[in-house]
């Protein structure tokens, strides 16, 4: 696994993106105004923050970046992309995810963990999971609340696009879990060719026991297991 | 070539709740102004544009709302020109 983790102006994410990433395969930054991805780079990383200072609307800004371009070719071509919070932002923005993240329904930033049900492990971000498996992961934002279109809802629903969603401890999927009124729950959705994840949690803040949780790493040993699978392939 | 000044107001869409506006809307309520309703919150962005005509300034504007200014997903923007003297 070679991971390329992207830094914005106002990325804050990156460092943990990529020790999480560096204790599984290698990992480098990418800084946001290279105009090429190294061609041994095989999954990207945009990670949380505030890119762009969330000018306009969250990760509107950072998808104008010149390395952007480079993203969404680099996705296109089938390449392996995590988007994680602003990260995710930036996915939507960028037409590679549908839908949008809203403002909080509670209007708060909030940082806090949650739990979260895998809903698809048959991806290549989630195969080292088990299907319904929890995972206690924190989140950090003030723009989380996921919104589509009722059909583009009912399409990732039906073809198994929401790999996330936000639970109780004991996996229950309900409106009290729901911390920010995305709809449906949902915490991560998956593209159409299954190379795109957008997750709001922060996997990578819980991907080492010394934090007092590492369920986090299984997305990186996911991404890492699929990388080698590929290479055999 | 003529001068451009641009207003471009931006809204949720209809439809999609507008927790800001909601949250507002109660304060006003509870401070004697419960005869108000509907309040919206949204974004308000000035330009300047030149162009040859009212019609090519607006195409401009538009396109801009379209590729950044807006994000059709979740907005709805409304755009006013009016022709200055200075750009």
């Known amino acids: 696994m070679n991971c390329g983790i992207v830094v914005f102006p106002g990325s804050n994410c990156d460092h943990d993106a990529y020790t999480a990433a560096s204790s599984i395969g290698n ?29 306009l609307r ?28 602003n990260g995710f932002q930036i996915l939507t923005e960028a037409g590679l995810l549908p839908g949008a993240l809203l403002r909080n329904s509670s209007l708060s930033f909030i940082c806090k963990d949650v739990y979260l049900k895998t809903e698809n492990n048959a991806t290549s971000f989630t195969r080292t999971l088990q299907s319904g498996q929890i995972l206690k992961i ?4 003030g723009d989380g609340n996921y919104f589509a279109e009722n059909e583009t809802v009912k399409r990732l629903e039906g073809e198994g696009r929401v790999v ?15 911390p920010n009124g995305s709809i449906n729950n949902i915490a991560g959705i998956i ?24 369920d986090g790493i299984a997305v990186f040993t996911s991404i890492a297991e699929t990388l080698a699978m590929k290479k055999v392939g | 070539m003529n001068n ?63 590729a950044l200014i807006a994000n059709p997903i979740i907005e709805d923007y409304h755009i006013t020109l009016h022709k200055t003297e200075v750009a």
């Open chain 1, 191 to 214: 593209s159409e060719a299954g190379n795109v994840l957008g997750m709001m949690p922060h996997p990578e803040r819980y991907a080492d026991s010394a934090l007092g949780c590492n």
């Open chain 1, 138 to 141: 924190p989140i950090a934002h």
């Open chain 2, 4 to 66: 451009f000044h641009a207003v471009v107001t931006i809204t949720l869409r209809k439809g999609i709740l507008d927790v800001q506006g909601k949250t507002v809307e109660h304060a006003l309520h509870s401070s004697s102004f419960s005869s108000l309703s509907n309040v919206r919150i949204g974004k308000h962005v000035e330009m300047n544009v030149v162009a040859d005509s009212e019609e090519s300034a607006f195409t401009q504007i538009d396109a801009a709302c379209k």
């Open chain 1, 58 to 85: 969250c990760g509107a800004i950072a998808r104008f970046s010149p390395l952007m371009k480079e993203v969404v070719t680099f996705a296109h071509k089938g390449g392996l992309v995590i988007g994680i919070c």
């Open chain 1, 27 to 55: 990992a480098r930054y990418l800084f946001h105004k290279e105009t090429s991805i190294p061609s041994d780079i095989d999954c990207i990383i945009l990670p949380g923050g505030f890119s762009y200072g969330d000018y």
């Open chain 1, 164 to 178: 996330f969603r936000y639970c109780e401890q004991n996996g229950n999927v309900t409106k009290n879990a729901n």
